[in-house]
């Protein structure tokens, strides 16, 4: 059984900060990890193949320092990794990015897919649904446990909704969207770091490599329908407001503010 | 190209989803901007009786595929209904609620129809001057936000965050409602339901939770919890604690907030009877927004909440809880 | 001279923080409190291949090297003293010279299991009236046909209670002094050895410093490590790498004290400010970072040359001194920095400063650091 992974490479939102002069990001020192989701998707991957055997490989667009994410996953663990990087991808928005990962893995061949449910950068929670849709395979989006069935030839998913959970059985080729809730990612291990440089190769795949599973109208800036028109940031946090008020209005105050903040 | 706005309303199990009636309410705002209609799609099995209410909201016209197939939600069956009947209609604007289920079915069909997708969007507005579809969302974990176009591609796509667009009051109106028919063969249905479940996701880990109220000394004892555990619930939140009531073993060690603790950054922070010594500040002070109730004017805590109440959390989180049950909530 | 780590350096030390910091650090207060050897963490440390990482995969290890064992040791020490001496004991001072002077069968049967981390090593060096006057050893070693018979009680033996094997040094030929000492791998199990009370100790409570106590005690010839009387060279050059451990643990506790330090500081309000922006502050810690860099950089440069096969002796002395005493001081003046609440026990960093102290006396003093070095500048 071939199982993908696909990761991305996102900047730890928790450790950004905002400059409170200028109201802009500080994105220095912010260090780059793989996106927690694809984690529990690696580790998914991984349980999967302790199992019951499997050959795991883990892909990611991007660019060439995203090569220390797929490292991670081999020092996890992982069999082998690809990275689809060139300049002509840049830009992509998650139709081109789900085309071009499409294209590649096409190409390299898969009995199942796992991506994060989303990325802490983008939040989007879109390219693996798109994947899917380009491939022509089915998806269980929102796993929160995965059970291989006997013959290898399909799984029972957990489907987290808010209200509600599905047992859905789901066959092979297949690609699954995962919570974190799903598992607690292992560490990578001191021989898998060793053997992550010194024995395992990161292979990666330029358009030309995958020019046959993907049109070039379909990649890159070019190929994104969408545009950021433009990005800001949230007005500086205004000072807070003090209340020595009767207990009803303290009560509407806080209405009031909760629903400002959508959480009503 | 049209010039309409077409809303893909979520029912599960017979019953609209809030979201769907929120971006009917939008949807209708957009539509005569623009001088389009608005069109709503209802998806399901036996929900013809739906229509009305979508229409009462502000709907101008309701498109709705009715099929055994599409009982309960599958992606593939959804994705071919709504990919047909936006084909049909040719919209200018598909709006759909960010909830798991829109979150699964939105991309699939962005990607059938060969267009752009918006997702979790918390503003839609059209630029007066330009005529964009400006699509605002929050990015990188919250810290910025987005405005996303669609230039070439139609229509535009967005998925919506729940709660954020505000439902029109429902009141009698006519308008258009169609049944759309799609021809379904059994290899749509490419997954199996084994089991439905009724049950809400409980969150454990206080630093995954949306919304945190936490409990201080103030407390006074376990049982003071109970409201506080309740103003969660109803807000899909947790409870937390300082170290002072964890010590006093008002509450659990792993809900302990701080320096010794857990650093959390919720949506929202609630802090009862919580003084704000430094050990605890440090852990949580990242809050988006901090609501502090203590009775004590001078607490440090009010340094660094966004809304302050001097008061008795032992009066008003009761009151507060019986307000928000009032709300519908 | 090129002072970046190489990417594969890089992965491991994350690999060393996150665990730290996810699985060492939640419990170190506990470890502390309880003084009870955290089996749960050492089995940890086992299954991510923390406990034989210089070794070669063919006996079980993580095949990366000393400057790897390095930063592993640091990164635990920044939150748990004890488990950055139990990795750090367990590597240098067993699996180490088994690896350096073990037979093909000691390493098969020993360096295996130590390596991978189903067994916990010690050593055994110090009785009460040997410490860093090591020659005067009592414990005897005598040839009885397949075996040796060991007779003798050594002190303050770090992982004793936890340890499956032991390195143990005895005499065998009194009558010619160090050139009499012989080194031997003791299982906890064989005949007439046992594992003696637990001292209680200021510092590092969690790593179950014990006597060892053997009477009687049958270990096979075939346990014999190096040659008769060459256990003292053995001894001595197991140290030189076992301060490489230190040097590391010394560093880790040191830069783990400023770093809850910087985040103590800047929430930390008197006279309407955060004490981060009083100009002491400022100083100390810029004086102290400085100190922990270059510490750092004798460790490092050690474990180098560790790597590189050339002799490395004196550098380890100048690491183990320069960075335990820097240990010492650094965590005193940032328990000062923290106030009256530095003294709580709720904040780490009196533990801290407790676990420091021992890095200036185990595993030879500063004093014989100092003597280390002065004998290879050809002061004597």
Redesign the interface.
Known sequence: MKIFVCIKQVPDTNEVKLNPETGTLIRDGVPSIINPDDLCGIEAALSIKDQCGAHVSVITMGPPQAD?AL??AL?MGCDEAFLVSDRVFGGADTWATSKTLAGALQMLGYDLIITGRQAIDGDTAQVGPQIAEHLGIPQVTYAEEITMEPGQDAMVVKRQYEDRYQMIKIKLPALVTVLSSLNTPR????????????DKAVRVLTYEDIQDFVAQKDIGLKGSPTRVKKSFTKTAKAKGTLHEVPDDDAVRIIIDKLKEKYVL | MGKDILVFCEQRDGVLQKVSLELIGKGRELADNQGGGLVALLLGSGIAGLAQTLINHGADHVIYVDDAILADYMTEPYTKAAAAVIKDTNPDIVLIGATSIGRDLAPRIAARIETGLTADCTSLVIDEETGEFWMTRPAFGGNIMATIICPEHRPQMATVRPGVMVALDEKPRTGEINKFHVKFDVADANVEILQTVMATKKTKDITEAKVLVSGGRGVGKSENFAPLKELADLLGGQISAS?ASVDAGYAEKDRQVG??GKTVRPDVYFACGISGA??H??GMEESELIIAINKNPEAPIFEVADVGIVGDMHKILPKLVAQLRRGGL | MDFSL???H???Q??FR??AVNEVKPIAAEVDEKEEFPYATAEKLA????L??PYP?EFG????DNL?YAM?VEEISKVCGATGVIVSAHTSLCAEPIYENGTSYQKEKYLTKLASGQWIGAFALTEAGAGTDAAMQQTTAVADGDNYILNGTKIFITNAEAAHVYIIIAMTDKSKGTRGCSAFIVEKDMPGFSVGKQEKKMGIRGSATCELIMEDCIVPKANLLGKEGQGFKIAMKTLDGGRIGIASQALGIAQGAIDITV??VK???QFGRRISQFQNTQFQLADMQTTVDAARLLTYRAAFLKDRGENYSKHAAMAKLFASEAASDITRRCLQLHGG?GYIR??AIERMMRDAKITEIYEGTSEVQKMVIAASMGVN
């Not at chain 1, 560490?187 to 010194?198: E, H, I, K, L």
């Not at chain 3, 290890?61 to 990366?64: E, F, H, Q, Y």
């Open positions: 220390v490292r991670e020092a560490y990578m291990s001191v021989g898998g770091v060793v053997g992550a440089y010194d | 170290r320096q010794t430094i050990q500040v440090a | 190489s990417k594969k890089i992965l491991l994350e690999l996150k665990f299954k991510y291949g923390f034989g990482i995969h290890g993580g095949a990366a790897a592993c985040d103590y929430e930390r309000k609440y709720e904040y």
